[in-house]
C-alpha cells in the first residue's frame, strides 16, 4: 500500500499536495509508516541520512 | 564510556600479538585492528552500553566486547573477500588463502577471549552459545546474499534479519546475557530494527555510487532496487529493466549514470527507500522508548543508532 501511495505521488503533485497539507488520509499503511512519511516529506527533499555510510553493515 | 576506546584496544591488541605468532599474520591483524578503532568501535560499544543499561559494572565485560569486535571483524574479512570490496583494505593487501586464515584467526580468536572472560561461567556459557547461533544465522544469510536471488521485499527482510541484524543483536545481547545471566527479547526486537534500517540506508548509498562498489551494476536485488524496477514502467526507463534482466550489458549503462539519479527521484525510489528505513528506525525507538531503564543508557543508545 505504502508503495502505491508514493508511486500516485510521484506521478500526481496535486495528490502529494493534498496529503502534504492533510486533505487526504494515509488509509492503509501502518502509524509508523505515516510519520515517517509525514516527516520525510516535511523535509521535501530525499532524505540526505540516506546518503551516510553505516559501516557496521 | 570515555575510555571504552582505548580500554577494547589494549585487550585486542594483547591478544592479537598473543595468538598470531606468524610475522605477516600479526602485522595484518594489527593494523586490522587499527581499521576497527577508526570505525570507533562500535559493536563492542553496543556490548558495553547493554552491560551498564541492564546494571553491569565490572570492567571485564570490556574483553567481552573485545570478543565481539574480533567476530565483526572476521566476519567483514570474509564478506569482503567474498565481494571483492573494499580494496583499500589491509587484508587485500595478502593473499587470499592468507587473508581466508587471519578471518578464521580472527574467528576463532573471538571464541577464545570470550570463554576467558571472568564472569560466571553459565553466563559465558550462554553468551557463546548465543554468539555461535547468531554467527551462524549470519552465514545463512550472506548465503542468500549472494546467491542474489531476492524476488520481493520479505525475502530482502528475511536476508537483512539473518545477514546484518542479526550480528547487531548478538553485540548487544551479549552485554545484556554477562549483566543478568538471561536474553532479553526486547532489545533483540530493537536491534534488529536498527540493523534493518542500516541495511537499507547502506543498500541506497550502494544504488547511487556509481564510481565505487555499485548494486545496480552489479545487479543486486536490493530493497531499492526492487521498489525501482516496480516502478520504473516508462518506455524511457525500461533500459534499467533490461539491464538487470541481462539483456543489456555492462557497457552499454555505464553512460547512463547522471540519467540513473533521475530515474532514481523520479520514480519516488528515494523517497520510499526513506520512508521505508525510517519506519524501521522509529520501531526501534517505540521499542526502547516503551523501556523502563536508565535514560541515560537509552539515550545513548539512540545516539548510537542515528
Known amino acids: 500500500m505504502l508503495k502505491e501511495m508514493i508511486r500516485k505521488m510521484v506521478m500526481e503533485p496535486d495528490f502529494m499536495a493534498r496529503i502534504q497539507n492533510g486533505q487526504l488520509q494515509l488509509a492503509g499503511i501502518s502509524a509508523l509508516e505515516q510519520r515517517a512519511l509525514m516527516d520525510v516529506m516535511q523535509d521535501r527533499k530525499p532524505d540526505e541520512s540516506l546518503r551516510k555510510t553505516v559501516y557496521w553493515c | ?306
Open chain 2, 1 to 306: 564510556m570515555k575510555d571504552f576506546e582505548v580500554r577494547i584496544m589494549s585487550e585486542l591488541v594483547e591478544y592479537a600479538e598473543a595468538f598470531f605468532k606468524v610475522e605477516v599474520l600479526r602485522e595484518a591483524a594489527l593494523a586490522s585492528l587499527q581499521v576497527k578503532q577508526s570505525e570507533s568501535l562500535l559493536f563492542g560499544k553496543l556490548t558495553v552500553l547493554h552491560y551498564r543499561m541492564f546494571g553491569g559494572e565490572d570492567s571485564e565485560i570490556y574483553r567481552a566486547a573485545a570478543a565481539v569486535e574480533l567476530m565483526i571483524l572476521g566476519l567483514d574479512i570474509i564478506d569482503d573477500l567474498q565481494d571483492e570490496d573494499h580494496n583499500d583494505m589491509p587484508w587485500h593487501m595478502l593473499s587470499k588463502d592468507i587473508a581466508l586464515n587471519l578471518a578464521i584467526g580472527f574467528l576463532t580468536l573471538s571464541q577464545e577471549v570470550l570463554l576467558e572472560c571472568a564472569f560466571p561461567l553459565d553466563r559465558i556459557h550462554k553468551s557463546a552459545l548465543y554468539f555461535n547461533r547468531q554467527i551462524l544465522v549470519a552465514i545463512n544469510g550472506q548465503t542468500l546474499d549472494l546467491l542474489n536471488a531476492i524476488e520481493d521485499e520479505a525475502y530482502y527482510l528475511d536476508m537483512v534479519k539473518q545477514k546484518s541484524a542479526a550480528l547487531l543483536v548478538c553485540a548487544c545481547m551479549t552485554g545484556v546475557i554477562m549483566a543478568t545471566g538471561q536474553m532479553d527479547e526486547r532489545v533483540a526486537d530493537y536491534a534488529q530494527e536498527v540493523g534493518i534500517a542500516a541495511q537499507i540506508k547502506n543498500d541506497y548509498r550502494d544504488l547511487l555510487d556509481w564510481g565505487n562498489k555499485n548494486d545496480f551494476l552489479r545487479r543486486k536485488r536490493t530493497l531499492p532496487l526492487l521498489y525501482l524496477l516496480s516502478a520504473a514502467e516508462d518506455q524511457a526507463d525500461s533500459w534499467i529493466g533490461d539491464y538487470i534482466a541481462g539483456r543489456l550489458e555492462l557497457e552499454e549503462v555505464l553512460p547512463r549514470s547522471g540519467e540513473f539519479g533521475a530515474v532514481v527521484e523520479r520514480t519516488g525510489t528515494a523517497l520510499y527507500t526513506s520512508v521505508r528505513m525510517r519506519s524501521h528506525y522509529y520501531r526501534f525507538l517505540s521499542i526502547i522508548e516503551s523501556m523502563e531503564i536508565d535514560p541515560k543508557w537509552r539515550d545513548l543508545m539512540i545516539e548510537a543508532a542515528r
